[in-house]
């Protein structure tokens, strides 16, 4: 008992909060679901100020058109509440005011929102002195739920009453309601009585003082007795006059030193009833939801969440808690009383949690969110965590060390609608909210972290609470400084890497071994490092100098070192914490979906196999590494061809051997928001290498156009033209540079994509051999720009390209850089096997297989092309069938197709004179997508049934009409 004494005795002396009192009285209309009520309001102020103003919140204002939570909704591309029209949207309308005994109407400073409500004071209120405030007023939720609702006899009122102002030391907290934050309020007592219809049944803040809230006619275990606690507040009851017409009820809750009341009303609750220690525990659930909700599960589960609780920061401030089901999914926290969309485990700790970390610890919602929401799900987790749930933890770390990296996190003690937008805000209150408080929790260590939050409960429990409250417990528990701590996880972005760098190992006299490692700080933050050797942590560093050395004594010879080990720290980047063996994950790459561990690149292998004309059968190898999906984007690919004959080869030429590597995002070279790769090969014939840049410069993460722009290099040339399709490569090389920019914008079902780029080079034609052949090459300069835009809904595509090839006309266009006239032009289709030389397996003679891509007149051969083409694409789709189980995806799609376009007269060499040739062609199609886990493809088959030029359609048939057949596994467009 002494230690909580002193610890109360320590409280800032400084501190005050004002005093309010609610009595309210409301009767409900369900037909019109307006409800009215009148609200007299005591304030007292207790501040040492003089004050001029008085504001109340009329939150049910923030869910129809006009306000700034609609407007907020607008810009972010949402659609709830901005176009409600009739009774479907929510109000609160003050009908008449009286302050100080003065009737006068308020003002509304942040018109066309109406959220708060605002008066000059008839006369100032001085320190000490009090007011009291009459309201009357109309009000009714919306049909479309957040946060409150209704739906036919259900009700859910959160927010449904002029609500005062906080005035803390900042002044007076009048800030309007926007999605991102929530609530902020006074501690009061109020006093509420409601006017309902007789059978409906209520779950409320408080506890039932007078009347009947229906819980015996709900009570699914008719043999037990409910406890009302109707005496629990027995000091303060007063009479209360609440008559009603037959049919009707009145009841009257009561509850104190609680910020809100808020009630749920649903004549068809199921009513069930426990308790923990001091705390009637109360859950009311729908019909329906005997198998989730009743039978003492959401009971037993509230229950397990007040155990937890208490544990961690200390005893129930309140009588009792009701958990209800709600109309709307999630989950909201109030007083007393939890209003959730299930009845899951973690959902229930969540929201009861915020009755301690909002409703007893009452921290200003819309001002330090991560205070409420970080602190809750920190808890939950830790839960979790402690009871063999496993631990979210890790998901959430290495989710938020890419936004660091990426440069998409801003700091955590933001405002809330400052944020970038609502995605950001979420992600930083709740995810990098809950980082900051598992940080702590491993700098200071389990136990003092479990002192500091039943500490900082008992000082500020029923207060109002900030940064510097929290923070000055955290110093005087943990006897640690930790401006440090907050200033970097609270108002910056540090992004954490460190890195070994010597390591020295010497046996010593007695046979044991001395092991000296310098670790190297490589990020902007910092943290506490830990020092592993496979097996246990032998040493700690602070982390804050550039280099730190530490030594260590074991009994056998460290040959694995970890920095980091339980990945606790938030290092960015775990590859360069291993000294000796343990970086990768080695698997063979397959369909099943494996979590990406954050301390390791995946290494994966997979065995192929594939065939052409000239190498034959040819084995391949191809090996994948990946970090975080994001980093170390490598692919290596090995190939040897085994026919023994390599017919119609020069023995002299044949190369069995080939190689294709590609190294992308090293983590050594970091580039937000960038990819950047680098290729070479040496392969089936053709030499190269490639190096390619892309940019984003999209503004949000969730909404807005994602623009791209970049810049892609290559050098390809022919070196054994055994296996090259003389068709579509002539015995060349190009060597090209050039910008490029793409956009994608998703509006609705609306899906737009843009795409334009230009490379300029030069083209060479390679020596021939022999006496007569020539001994030097010929070369020009070209540039080849190519431009499209699409537009994709759920019943029609319509894609536009043009591309040209320009350059000296006395030289022949290459053929492998032609504008294609039917699909992907041969650069584009070499990195495919199956694609990419003579005679492989979707090339063959009678497979008529369309690669999209350039003008994409589809029914046409794949050999033609020409100097330019402009196209035009078009199809109509109904998809008949989905199924989405889980991991597997299926959709089914009939399509009808046309493509039209002007081209080159050189893509149709026999088109005679003229500069142009015009070319068509339609038809039909059954389109399939497909997802397996992470692998994802569509396959098409058309059937091109109408050609222009049917002499040169894939099937080299004379008539304009007839069956013909086409297949693809990659969509149109």
């Not at 994948?624 to 090995?638: H, I, M, Q, T």
Request: with cysteine; aromatic share 12%.
């Amino acid at each position: 008992m002494l230690p909580l004494i002193l610890i109360l005795l320590a409280s800032d002396s400084t501190y005050w909060q004002q005093r309010v009192a609610y009595e309210i009285t409301a009767s409900l209309d369900e037909p019109s679901g307006v409800l009215s009520g009148k609200a007299r309001i005591r304030y007292v102020n207790q501040s040492p100020d003089t004050l001029r103003d008085f504001s109340v919140h009329q939150y049910l204002n923030a869910f129809r058109p006009g306000s700034r939570w609609a407007a907020a909704d607008s810009a972010e591309q949402r659609v709830r509440f901005q176009h409600m029209q009739g009774p479907d949207y929510a109000f609160e309308r003050i009908t008449s005011s009286t302050v100080m005994g003065d009737s006068r109407k308020p003002d509304y400073p942040y018109a066309p929102d109406s959220t708060i409500a605002h008066w000059h004071l008839p006369r100032p209120l001085a320190p000490g002195d009090s007011m009291e405030v009459e309201i009357e007023w109309r009000a009714r939720p919306s049909t479309l739920p957040r946060r409150q609702g209704r739906q036919g006899r259900r009700f859910d009122f959160a927010q449904w009453y002029p609500k005062v102002v906080v005035y803390d030391k900042h002044g007076w907290q009048d800030h309007p309601l926007y999605p991102a934050g929530e609530f902020y309020g006074e501690f009061a007592s109020y006093d509420v009585a409601l006017d309902l219809a007789a059978d409906q049944v209520i779950g409320a803040t408080g506890v039932p003082v007078e009347g009947d809230p229906g819980w015996e006619k709900a009570n699914v275990n008719p043999g037990s007795a409910i406890n009302y606690q109707r005496d629990w507040y027995a000091a303060r009851r007063t009479p209360h006059a609440c008559t009603v017409p037959e049919g009707r009820k009145c009841v009257r809750f009561f509850a104190d030193s609680v910020h809100h009341f808020a009630f749920s009303l649903n004549p068809d609750y199921r009513y069930e009833e426990g308790r923990y220690k001091d705390v009637v525990v109360r859950v009311l659930y729908q019909p329906g939801d005997s198998a989730t909700w009743g039978k003492g599960i959401a009971v037993e589960r509230t229950e397990i969440a007040l155990m937890w609780l208490d544990s961690l920061f200390g005893k129930f401030a309140w009588p009792q808690i009701t958990n209800l089901h709600r109309i709307e999914g999630g989950g909201t926290e109030f007083p007393m009383v939890i209003m959730d969309g299930s009845a899951g485990l973690g959902l229930i700790i969540h929201e009861l949690g915020h009755n301690y970390t909002m409703g007893i610890l009452a921290n200003n919602e819309w001002r330090e969110g991560w205070l409420d929401e970080g602190f809750t799900s920190f808890q939950t987790d830790w839960f979790f965590e402690t009871h063999g749930g496993g631990s979210g933890f890790p998901g959430i770390d290495a989710e938020l060390r890419l936004w660091d990296v990426d440069r998409w996190s801003e700091p955590v003690s933001m405002i809330s609608e400052q944020y970038r937008d609502f995605a950001t805000y979420n992600t930083m209150i709740y995810e990098k909210g809950a980082l900051f408080f598992n940080q702590l929790r491993y700098i200071v260590g389990d136990d003092a972290m479990r002192k500091i939050l039943r500490t900082y409960y008992a000082r500020w429990r029923l207060k109002h609470v900030d940064e510097n409250a929290f923070r000055s417990v955290a110093e005087e528990i943990s006897h640690q400084d930790l401006n440090w701590f907050f200033g970097q996880w609270l108002h910056g972005t540090p992004l954490i890497d460190y890195g070994f760098g010597k390591v020295k190992r010497k046996k010593t006299a007695d046979g044991r071994w001395r092991t000296t490692v310098t670790i190297r700080r490589l990020g902007d933050g910092w943290m506490p490092i830990e020092l592993g050797d496979g097996d246990s942590i032998v040493a700690r560093v602070s982390g804050q100098r550039e280099r730190e050395t530490v030594e260590f004594v074991s009994d056998r010879k460290p040959k694995r070192l970890v920095i980091d080990p339980r990945q606790r720290a938030h290092d960015w980047n775990a590859l360069n914490n291993y000294w000796g063996r343990g970086r990768r994950l080695v698997r063979l790459d397959y369909l099943k979906r494996i979590e990406p561990p954050r301390d390791r690149s995946v290494s994966s292998f997979l065995p192929a196999v594939w065939y052409n004309d000239f190498g034959g059968v040819t084995l391949g190898m191809r090996a994948r590494e990946d970090y975080l999906g994001r980093f170390e984007k490598n692919v290596a690919v090995v190939s040897y061809a085994l026919d023994p004959d390599f017919a119609g080869a020069s023995d002299a030429t044949q190369r069995r051997y080939g190689f294709y590597l590609r190294v992308g995002n090293p983590t050594g070279h970091l580039m937000p928001r960038t990819e950047a790769s680098a290729a070479g090969w040496m392969l089936e014939g053709r030499v190269g290498i490639a190096l390619h840049t892309d940019r984003s410069l999209r503004k949000h993460l969730t909404f807005g156009p994602g623009v791209h722009v970049g810049f892609d290099a290559i050098w390809m040339a022919v070196d054994d033209l055994g296996y090259v399709d003389r068709r579509l490569w002539d015995n060349a090389g190009t060597i090209e540079v050039g910008p490029w920019w793409s956009m994608t914008k998703l509006r609705g079902n609306r899906e737009w994509r843009a795409r334009a780029g230009v490379t300029g080079g030069i083209v060479y034609r390679n020596p021939g051999a022999g006496i007569q052949a020539k001994t030097r090459y010929d070369i020009e300069a070209f540039a080849r720009p190519t431009g499209e835009v699409s537009l994709r809904t759920p019943l029609v595509g319509v894609r536009l390209f043009f591309g040209m090839y320009m350059a000296d006309t006395n030289f022949a266009i290459p053929r492998q850089r032609r504008i294609m006239l039917a699909g992907a032009d041969p650069y584009t289709t070499f990195t495919n096997p199956l694609l990419r030389s003579r005679g492989a397996l979707f090339v063959r003679p009678g497979f008529h297989y369309q690669a999209p891509g350039d003008a994409n007149l589809r029914a046409f051969r794949p050999d033609l092309g020409g100097r330019w083409a402009l196209a035009l694409n078009v199809e109509g789709t109904k998809t008949v069938y989905r199924r989405d189980d889980g991991g597997l995806l299926t959709r089914i799609t009939f399509e009808a197709f046309a493509d039209a376009g002007l081209v080159d007269t050189l893509a149709v060499p026999a088109s005679g004179g003229g500069s142009q040739t015009t070319v068509y062609d339609a038809g039909i199609g059954l389109v399939t997508r497909h997802r397996i886990n992470d692998l994802a493809w569509t396959m098409r088959f058309e059937v091109p049934f109408i050609v222009n030029r049917w002499d040169y359609a894939a099937d080299g048939t004379d008539k304009r009409v007839r069956f013909r057949w086409q297949v693809s596994l990659e969509p149109s467009f």
